[in-house]
């Protein structure tokens, strides 16, 4: 073992305790993507592979759950959006099939839930947009947190990976967080180790895997896009909000502005109450993402990425980005090591 992979592995140590692998290296839940294929191939390759429940019902999760045990016999996680409608049956699936970890996403789980889950022998981890909800968490009993920057795909909130991780890496040291939003390379992993996170969650970096079942127009849209063409939704009027989600741009970008203008002319006329213009808005993007990542509609459908999307080039199988990053994490960390031999 060289000395930058031991002091890797000393850097990480906390998160690959606790998700009982090689590489404290998670794949962020991505809905139609993050499914047993995908999820096996990483648990498998030595990271974490993370089951997305979306709005599965429990019947379904469990089917998952199921297929995906038969393809590893290594940890993986479910995740499960708090404002689920069936959140208690889909907790219960969980731990009647022995379910290692439950990641918690899309709001505040309550103490109650937590410790339900922990009661039945899963590792619970949540995700931490605010110092003061980090700390909440902890006292909670979470066994872990994820704190996901603005530069994140999908739904994102307004501060950036950098900013969180100096907020909130300094005031968490009770339990391992994951750093997420962004990060597509190896060394970003070894600068958030170094400044106190246990792990990293990456996941428009594994879209392009060669295991991972999306489409592949939706796999050609990553490889051709950059940065920059990763953009949050922008919302017209404060009186119709819109939940900011981070992606590729295209046809259904530009029709979603045009949409909310003309349900926003259509309540000033009194055409529509401010209700139904507001579900007009909000149905907009329904089925989108489905229509992208498995019908492989890349106009008409969400092509949700984060803006690491840039340094996804080409198709590649999950063992083989795994040890790209790793390998790029050990030369930075080899690079700094060797000027303080120089020193």
Known sequence: ??????????????????????????A??????SERHLVSALSNAGGFGVLACGSM???????????????????????????????????????????SHVVLAG??????LIKRLKDGGAKVLSFAPVPVIAKRLVKSGCD??????AEAGGHIGPVSTAVLAQEILPLVRDVPVFIAG???????????????????????????????????????AFIKAEARDAMPSVQIDPRFPVIPVRAIVNDASKKFTEAQLQAIAKFDSGELTLKEAQLEIEHFWA??????????????????????????????PVAEILAELVAQAEAAIE???????AA
Not at 3 to 26: E, Y
Not at 28 to 33: E, I, P
Not at 107 to 112: R, V
Not at 289 to 306: K, P, Q, T
Request: hydrophobic share 45%.
């Open 107 to 112: 709001g505040l789980p309550s103490a109650a």
């Open 57 to 99: 019902m429990p019947p379904r999760l469990e089917e998952e759950i199921r297929a995906t045990q038969a393809l590893t016999s290594q940890p993986f996680g479910v995740n499960l959006i708090v404002m689920h409608p069936e959140l208690d049956a889909l907790a219960e699936v969980c731990l009647a099939n022995k379910v």
């Open 28 to 33: 962020g839940a991505m809905t139609w993507v």
């Open 287 to 316: 089925g989108a993402l489905r229509r992208a990542a498995v019908d492989g509609d890349i106009e008409s459908g969400s092509l949700m990425a984060g803006q690491s999307v840039g340094m996804v080039t080409r198709e590649q």
């Open 335 to 341: 690079q700094r090591l060797s000027y303080g031999d």
């Open 182 to 220: 962004g990060i597509g390379r190896g060394e970003a992993i070894a600068a958030f180790l170094e400044m106190g996170a246990a792990g990293a969650q990456l996941g428009t970096r594994f879209v392009c895997a060669t295991e991972c079942v999306a489409h592949a127009r939706f796999k050609q």
């Open 144 to 149: 872990g947190l994820i704190i996901e920057g």
């Open 1 to 26: 073992m060289t000395r930058a992979r031991a002091h890797l592995d000393r850097l990480w140590q906390a998160g690959r305790r606790l998700l009982g692998t090689d590489l404290a290296i998670m």
